[in-house]
């Protein structure tokens, strides 16, 4: 029923542009964590009826130059009567921002923005991202840190907006397309409570302790 937006992948790109700035600019710190020694290409292509596909673009490319690793996925999955959702698994270890920060850095306007509530774990944060590429390009996007032993959300505003170390950053975008945010951050959190159960399990391959 919905294909695939180009200004996704726009978005897609914009993002990853911004990680590796951000990665750049906080260099003085890439220390490795234990989900770093998982193989994040390995995470279900296909799962719940939702297909991935992984799209190859410039800035994908220089991403992977860049963290001289291609260990993370940037993937659109779509299912039937679906809108297409951006997953992006990146193992991380300490320094880069939050995809709120990543986008700015990309150039992508932060229309809105709506934090977790800290205490709940199945609670993400949200924020509503405008590409300049895309004409009427509002996209929804929902985030959160997963670790070994739970979740974390975006630090106090007041606090640097670093990432927290030895996690999963898992970020979830879909676009708007003349929705409003309820009924987008509604579908999100329905592909989340999905894609989550797999994210556990494949997390469970971890090792325990890294020397």
């Not at 490795?32 to 390995?42: A, C, E, G, T, V």
């Not at 329905?190 to 325990?208: C, G, K, M, Y």
Request: proline letters at 7%; glycine letters at 4%.
């Amino acid at each position: 029923m919905h294909s695939l937006p180009r200004n996704l992948i726009v978005v897609t790109a914009l993002l990853l542009a911004g990680a590796v700035l951000d990665y750049h600019a906080m260099a003085w710190s890439r220390s490795l964590s234990p989900i770093q020694h998982l193989r994040i290409h390995s995470f279900p292509m296909d799962f719940s009826g939702w297909k991935g596909k992984d799209y190859e673009t410039e800035i994908t490319q220089s991403a992977r130059a860049f963290f001289a690793s291609d260990n993370f996925i940037d993937r659109i999955y779509s299912a039937p009567q679906q809108y297409p959702i951006e997953l992006v698994l990146l193992p991380t270890g300490a320094g880069l921002h939050s995809p709120k920060i990543c986008a700015r850095f990309g150039g992508l306007a932060l229309v809105s923005e709506s934090p977790a509530h800290a205490d709940d774990p199945h609670d993400m944060d949200r924020i509503v991202l405008r590409s300049p590429e895309a004409r009427n390009g509002l996209y929804a996007c929902s985030y959160y840190w997963r670790k070994l032993d739970g979740v974390q959300h975006e630090q106090n505003r007041l606090a640097p907006p670093v990432h927290y170390a030895d996690s999963l950053l898992v970020s979830l975008c879909t676009p708007m397309e003349g929705s409003d945010a309820k009924q987008r951050f509604a579908h999100l959190d329905s592909f989340h409570d999905q894609v989550e159960a797999e994210i556990r399990s494949f997390l469970n391959r971890a090792p325990a302790k890294v020397d």
